[in-house]
């Protein structure tokens, strides 16, 4: 599904990420670890091509992501849901048209717009605040907007880069285990977290980065 070979990635001659190799078989669900400043976020970023690596090779569905032309990219992000640690919602539009906005950009026809968003906003437990907006919800509320909003159009993988950074605890495990849900119906997930505490229970697979090398990978 997911296969990192030999990938590094530089900024200005400095080592972000160093000889980066893992897979990350259809369905499963895997954290990504480490501390701040460890690569985490470039790591997701080179998945949905925001980065490009310097060196090594990444694929995903076995398509390579070095041999896609530009054009091709966004039909690569059509079939990867992304979740933002500070949300990225738009606050002008309401949660429903948050969550629509995707679909409408890729031309899905009103009817099936109006079907895939609230069944999205049903899957996240938000299906009653539609027409609200998202300076209206709590920090919680706003973040499984933005889930809904990721995996509207049905992705195969869900990259989440510190999604519970700006949530309390209890709101935090919360989170996770709506990810735990959206594993179980086939999703595969990639979570980044430099939070440990969120670990506990719930980890099948464990990635740890440290100053851009992988250090540590766990299957429990």
């Known amino acids: 599904m997911i296969a990192f070979e030999n990938v590094s990635k530089f900024y200005d001659h400095n080592t972000v990420l160093k000889n980066i190799t893992f897979t990350v078989q259809k369905g499963e669900m895997a954290f990504i670890t480490g501390p701040s400043?460890?690569?985490?976020?470039?790591?997701l970023k080179l998945m949905y091509m925001e980065e490009l690596p310097d060196e090594?090779?990444?694929?995903?569905?076995?398509?390579?992501?070095?041999?896609?032309?530009?054009?091709?990219?966004?039909l690569l992000r059509r079939n990867i849901g992304v979740?933002?640690?500070?949300?990225?919602?738009?606050?002008?539009?309401t949660v429903f048209d948050n969550v629509a906005l995707a679909l409408h950009i890729r031309g899905v026809?009103?009817?099936?717009?109006?079907?895939?968003?609230?069944?999205?906003?049903?899957?996240?437990?938000?299906?009653?605040?539609?027409?609200?907006?998202?300076?209206?919800?709590?920090?919680?509320?706003?973040?499984?907007v933005a889930i809904a909003r990721a995996i509207v159009g049905g992705p195969v993988v869900l990259l989440a880069d510190e999604p519970t950074?700006?949530?309390?605890?209890?709101?935090?495990?919360d989170i996770i285990t709506l990810f735990r849900e959206l594993n179980s119906q086939?999703?595969?997930?990639?979570?980044?977290?430099?939070?440990?505490?969120?670990?506990?229970?719930?980890?099948?697979?464990?990635?740890?980065?440290?100053?851009?090398?992988l250090t540590e990978e766990t299957v429990l």
């Open 37 to 43: 400043g460890a690569g985490k976020s470039t790591l």
């Open 56 to 74: 090594g090779n990444i694929s995903i569905e076995d398509i390579h992501l070095s041999s896609l032309k530009m054009s091709e990219i966004p």
């Open 186 to 213: 086939g999703t595969t997930i990639l979570i980044a977290t430099h939070n440990r505490e969120l670990l506990k229970n719930t980890v099948k697979r464990l990635l740890r980065l440290d100053s851009g090398t």
């Open 165 to 173: 950074g700006n949530l309390d605890p209890d709101t935090a495990l």
């Open 83 to 93: 979740v933002f640690q500070d949300f990225k919602l738009i606050n002008n539009l």
């Open 109 to 144: 026809s009103e009817r099936e717009v109006h079907s895939f968003s609230s069944e999205a906003l049903k899957k996240v437990g938000l299906r009653h605040v539609a027409d609200s907006y998202p300076k209206s919800l709590s920090g919680g509320e706003q973040q499984r």
